[in-house]
């Protein structure tokens, strides 16, 4: 079966300090990989996805930059964080089909 | 471009009582919609999906939705509410490249 995993769990950084968020999906080869972002108090927002190695499609302009340097790693990353990059980050994954499948998320606290 | 809608940050129900989670939706094309649950500090677990065919779709512990085209709606239902419905619970449509658009979502409070 299908797995996806994300790390950390949570993590609190300083400003300007950089950022890697890893997701990597065991069980299937060449699925679809995205990145949302969770603020306080709101849905989802699409930041990036990926359909295969080295193909990355931003979906908002932000602060923030993302890889996929093998078929079933995507990293989400940041040269320098700023207050406003403060969330909850969820890596998802589809199959060559409908629904996504999310990992549990990494809560990211910039102070 | 496609759009969610959920009407209400915030339900409550008491226990035994019928949930009903309202989602209208906007799309140009013929839509795949779909319902998360989330738990606090966790991850999305999809409830259901609607792609095509049948428009009452039956998902897990026990929700259901019904995809109205006529209304652009696709509310969610469970005839009778546990404690441990207690989440949050999000609306999406499908768009190209499986991309989701979410609504903002709702928040459901049982009480005892």
């Known amino acids: 079966s299908q797995t996806i995993h994300q790390w950390p769990a949570t993590l609190v950084q300083p400003v300007g300090s950089p950022l890697s968020l890893e997701c990597t999906v065991e069980g299937t080869s060449n699925p679809n990989l995205y990145w949302y972002r969770q603020a306080a108090g709101r849905g989802l927002q699409l930041l990036f996805y990926s359909v295969g190695i080295g193909q990355i499609s931003s979906e908002v302009p932000q602060n923030l930059s993302a890889s996929r340097p093998q078929d079933r790693q995507f990293i989400l990353s940041s040269k320098k964080l700023l207050l406003s990059d403060s969330g909850f980050y969820l890596c998802a994954w589809t199959p060559r089909g409908t629904e996504a499948f999310f990992g549990q998320g990494t809560r990211l606290t910039v102070v | ?112």
């Not at chain 2, 989670?21 to 409830?47: I, K, M, T």
């Open chain 2, 1 to 112: 471009a496609q759009s969610v809608t959920q009407l209400g940050s915030h339900v409550s129900v008491s226990e035994g009582a019928l949930v009903l989670l309202r989602c209208n939706y906007s799309s140009s094309v013929p839509p795949y919609l779909f319902w998360y649950v989330q738990y606090p500090n966790q991850g999305l677990q999809l409830l259901l999906k609607y792609t095509t065919g049948a428009t009452l779709v039956k998902g897990i512990n026990g929700f259901e939705a019904e995809f109205k085209k006529s209304e652009t709606s696709f509310h969610l239902t469970k005839p009778s509410a546990h404690m441990s419905d207690a989440a949050e619970y999000f609306c999406a449509v499908s768009t190209g490249f499986q991309k989701l658009v979410f609504g903002t979502g709702t928040r459901l409070l049982v009480s005892p």
